[in-house]
């Protein structure tokens, strides 16, 4: 396996910064890989590397406020942001990919920006898969809360108002203490821009679901307190995929890539890419 990295301009004039993971043979087919909210793509690269075995390219980004990317940590300007920027590295995968098949994954709020994404760009995916997509949350406030983040957003919006517990990551204590103490990822509150963009965009996806029709499978643990399993639920019933599946796994928490059972849901996940090539 090769590994490569660079930088490329994303929306804003942002500087994002990307990786490459390449198999030690003619790639088959490439996954594009969307992280989700505070973390960053370096903490796939075991994914990738599971991946890069089964001859797949793999391609992701620090979104922007991200990892190595420019941008404040906890805060977005604007959700279609992230959409943008994955859209130009998109075009720079499949340019260096040319012909080969694509399929999106994309995890917590990475699977919402891939969710959305899927509304503009679904011809260009042979299939996608998400990971715990933050589609509802138990999180998500009340009516009243939300209209004062709002608020909140347009006068104040890198104010923190949301933070993430760690505990809730994984039933793993190495990959909780690994996410605690990793400085590339942000351990601070969401600012009132970032939580009202999230919240904007799960309710565009809620309200428009039906419009994605592409091969689609929905991964999420039970036991998930960041993204609600109602929210993955919601999905697989309101897109119109005809080829779509959901697997729920009792007792996993959110980032089921890292849980114990780990090497089940990856070879769910690989089966699932299989057979959509």
């Not at 941008?71 to 075009?91: I, K, N, P, V």
């Not at 299939?127 to 589609?135: K, Q, T, Y």
Request: with cysteine; charged share 20%; aromatic share 8%.
């Amino acid at each position: 396996m090769q590994h490569q990295e660079g930088t490329l301009e994303g929306a804003a004039g942002h500087s994002v910064y990307y990786q490459y993971w390449l198999p030690g043979q003619e790639a088959r087919a490439v996954i594009l890989l969307a992280h989700g909210a505070g973390e960053h793509s370096g903490r796939y690269a075991a994914v990738a590397e599971q991946f890069c075995a089964n001859a797949y390219a793999v391609a992701a980004l620090d979104h922007i406020g991200h990892g190595r990317s420019d941008g404040d940590y906890g805060h977005m300007a604007s959700f279609d942001d992230h959409l943008e920027t994955l859209e130009r590295f998109r075009q720079q995968v499949a340019a260096r990919f040319p012909g080969l098949p694509m399929i999106l994954i994309g995890h917590s709020m990475g699977g919402l920006i891939s969710s959305c994404f899927l509304l503009r760009h679904q011809q260009q995916f042979a299939g996608c898969a998400l990971s715990g997509p933050a589609i509802k949350s138990d999180l998500e406030p009340g009516f009243l809360q939300l209209a004062l983040i709002r608020l909140l957003s347009r006068i104040a919006p890198r104010l923190g108002v949301l933070q993430l517990d760690a505990t809730g990551v994984s039933r793993d204590p190495a990959v909780v203490k690994a996410y605690v103490e990793d400085p590339l990822v942000n351990h601070g509150k969401m600012s009132a821009g970032f939580v009202a963009g999230l919240f904007t965009a799960m309710n565009e996806i809620q309200q428009r679901a039906g419009e994605i029709s592409l091969p689609l499978l929905i991964m999420h643990g039970e036991q998930d307190s960041m993204a609600s399993p109602a929210g993955a639920e919601f999905l697989f019933d309101a897109v119109s995929s005809a080829d779509k599946q959901l697997k729920l796994y009792p007792h996993l928490y959110h980032e089921i890539l890292n849980e114990p059972e780990r090497e089940q849901v990856m070879a769910d996940l690989l089966a699932w890419c299989e057979q959509r090539l």
